[in-house]
């Protein structure tokens, strides 16, 4: 398993900045396990600290930009590409003004910043997600942007210029040693067509053909050649992995990206930050009580089912008479794993509602009257299922009686996962005797 890496040692680097046009010295920090990226400002009062998560992106006009109160840190794409692609997790990046160095305008001045520091392994793991189902979005200028499961990171960008000029296309596995070699060296470029806008807009006050390619026509403006032949799509992927650091932690799976640019890439990010929050939410939790109101012997003593079918594993809550929680807990061990999404295993939904059903039985069946009778679905309806439920989860079952006569029950029911709704349904049911 990977470990956390951070830096042996601080270094600084001073320049001039893309956008601005100011000058700004930049030094980047070792910083302990968990810490991330963060920003900040010690021109400012207080010296204020923004996370590089993609929650406080503002603008993508060109370049990435962080905002939080009245601090704010232009172009932070390539710095943060350069920590991700040589697998640095840990680093403070302090700042005298708001944009970093734009330097040769790629992200090799800080892999060689982040060499010249030398690297450290840390004692934890390294905190990677993992996709594990694809993740989309397209934009209304024509950008596609996916992730898909993938054994590695992996990135796949289709560069598509004005008018068509420079589509290139390139697929590539990011490792520290391809991201130096591969990645790091591409420049950041413009189109002649698009320079006077961004002028009047008050950006590029520090562009130059010394740090950027101006595309004019079919020809390439630079101070020195084309350092490869595909050096646009190139770059666009290291935006990408700059843009998507700002998700907060590194990333397993293949983005495919069809002209992107920083508003896709940074929306992908808050993609990204937002799914790992829903798996979060669904990750078990430690039940509330040790001491089960029905034991599994006794819910067997209750219900007939049995292998494969018994879905309580305890009851751990009554509520008088009319209201009972139970509990399963889902390990990747039960049998219909084996034909429900073997490589995406999710429990099927119809269990979840027959949970519901063998919860709302033993309620009816605790009455006297109802001793060693068997519960038979009648109809269930307002059935809905609101997020997957996945190995390793624990499914609190709720059920409230509604009705309750001799021989005929209904009941509202609900599956819950660390506080949120799975499932639900309106169930009916009759009694019979055995």
């Keep these: 398993m990977e470990k956390q890496r951070t830096l042996a040692q601080s270094a600084s680097i001073s320049g001039g900045a893309l956008h601005t046009g100011g000058h700004v010295t930049l030094t980047l920090h070792p910083a302990p396990v968990g810490h991330g990226y963060k920003f900040r400002r010690i021109d400012l009062p207080d010296e204020p600290i923004i996370d590089a998560k993609a929650e406080y992106v503002k603008t993508v006009e060109r370049a990435t930009t962080l905002v939080e109160g009245n601090a704010k840190i232009h172009t932070v794409e390539h710095v943060l590409s350069a920590l991700s ?234 509520d008088g008479t009319m209201k009972a929680v139970g509990v399963k807990n889902v390990t990747i061990s039960e049998p219909y794993f084996q034909g429900h999404f073997p490589g995406h295993p999710v429990m099927p939904g119809v269990l979840q509602v027959e949970a519901m059903a063998q919860v709302a039985s033993i309620i009816m069946m605790r009455k006297t009257e109802n001793f060693g009778k068997i519960g038979y679905f009648m109809s269930a309806d307002e059935v809905k299922f609101r997020k997957p439920v996945v190995p390793g989860d624990t499914l609190f079952i709720h059920a409230e009686l509604t009705r309750a006569r001799k021989n005929m029950g209904s009941a509202r029911c609900h599956c819950m996962v660390n506080g949120s709704i799975v499932s639900e349904a309106m169930l009916m049911f009759g009694l019979v005797n055995r």
């Design 85 to 318: 692609g040589m697998r640095i997790d840990n680093v403070l990046i302090e700042m005298d003004a708001n944009e970093p160095p734009i330097g040769d305008g790629s992200a090799l001045p800080y892999v060689e910043l982040i060499q010249g520091a030398g690297i450290v392994e840390q004692k934890e793991a390294r905190n990677l997600f993992a996709i594990n189902e694809p993740i989309h979005l397209e934009s209304n200028n024509g950008s596609i942007m996916t992730i898909f499961p993938s054994s590695q990171f992996r990135v796949s960008c289709t560069q598509v210029g004005i008018q068509g000029r420079f589509t290139q296309y390139l697929s590539l596995e990011i490792t520290p040693e391809i991201y130096e070699k591969e990645i790091a060296p591409a420049r950041t470029f413009v189109f002649y067509e698009e320079v006077k806008e961004l002028m009047d807009k008050g950006l590029i006050k520090g562009g130059s053909l010394e740090n950027a390619l101006v595309v004019r026509g079919d020809s390439v403006l630079s101070k020195e050649p084309l350092r490869f032949v595909d050096e646009f799509v190139r770059h666009k992927i290291l935006d990408i992995i700059g843009d998507l650091a700002l998700s907060g932690r590194p990333l397993q799976g293949h983005v495919v990206a069809v002209r992107p640019g920083h508003g896709p890439n940074t929306e992908l990010a808050r993609l990204v930050t937002k799914r790992h929050a829903e798996l979060l939410a669904m990750a078990p939790r430690p039940t509330t009580s040790s001491l089960p109101v029905l034991d599994i012997d006794e819910v067997m003593k209750v219900l007939p089912h049995r292998y494969p079918f018994l879905m309580v594993d305890r009851i751990v809550e009554f």
